[in-house]
């Protein structure tokens, strides 16, 4: 089945700075969407990106759709705490599911 | 508000028997989806419903069931419940196939030991 190829598996940072997180796959999507999952909770929408070229903002998240349509990044500015979780890139063009990456651990130190 | 919502959230059986997860969602959307969410495999998907009556079978459904009688359900059935079978279980439902509004939003989700 198709695959999405997330990294990086886990980021250690400090408050304050800025994260960048990607998402890549041999095949061409037609939707890009980016969860975030906290412990013992459902994956929740952050973004959603639909054309290719796209760039989508949310608060302090910023998502961007590849040009190539195989690939797209989450950036984060000046983390928070409570951005803590861990956030999972997928892609689909229909109602056949969803192909989840394998996610990005994000744990901020104070 | 309109939810989704999982039951139980907590479930323990022992190998052999037959279990089943519930899901009900209040937004009337047509497709539903189960997925697994395993340590380094991330979220799988199991089995998914365009609607009434329709249900079809994905990644990873040896040894899981679904039916959907009505908009609002799509109940999980373990029909003999293994050790590999241990995970946490989310349903999902979206409104639209294609293009626009193939998000889906998640149930909380279910965790189950088989033991």
């Known amino acids: 089945g198709q695959q999405l190829n997330q990294s990086p598996q886990s980021m250690f940072i400090q408050e304050g700075e800025d994260v960048s997180m990607n998402c890549t796959s041999s095949s061409i999507f037609n939707t890009w969407l980016w969860y975030k999952q906290e412990p013992g909770e459902g994956p929740v929408l952050l973004i959603a990106?639909?054309?290719?070229?796209e760039l989508t903002s949310n608060g302090r998240l910023t998502a961007q759709f590849g040009i190539t349509r195989k690939d797209s990044f989450l950036n984060i500015s000046a983390s928070i705490p409570s951005d803590v979780g861990i956030y999972f890139c997928?892609?689909?063009?229909?109602?056949?599911?969803?192909?989840f990456g394998k996610g990005t651990h994000l744990i901020i130190q104070p | 508000d309109a939810e989704i919502t999982q039951s139980p959230r907590h479930k323990i059986t022992e190998t052999g028997r037959q279990v089943t997860l519930a899901c009900h969602q209040t937004w009337n959307h047509n497709n539903m989806f189960w997925y697994r969410q395993d340590l380094g495999h991330g979220l799988r998907l199991i089995h998914y419903s365009y609607g009434v009556q329709d249900t079809n079978k994905g990644e990873v459904s040896d040894g899981y069931s679904v039916s959907r009688s009505n908009t609002e359900d799509l109940p999980l059935t373990l029909e003999s419940a293994a050790s590999s079978q241990t995970s946490v279980y989310f349903c999902a439902s979206s409104k639209f196939r294609q293009a626009r509004n193939t998000e889906a939003f998640f149930g909380q989700g279910t965790r189950l030991t088989v033991v």
């Open positions: 990106l639909y054309k290719a070229g």
């Open positions: 997928a892609s689909g063009g229909g109602a056949d599911g969803l192909t």
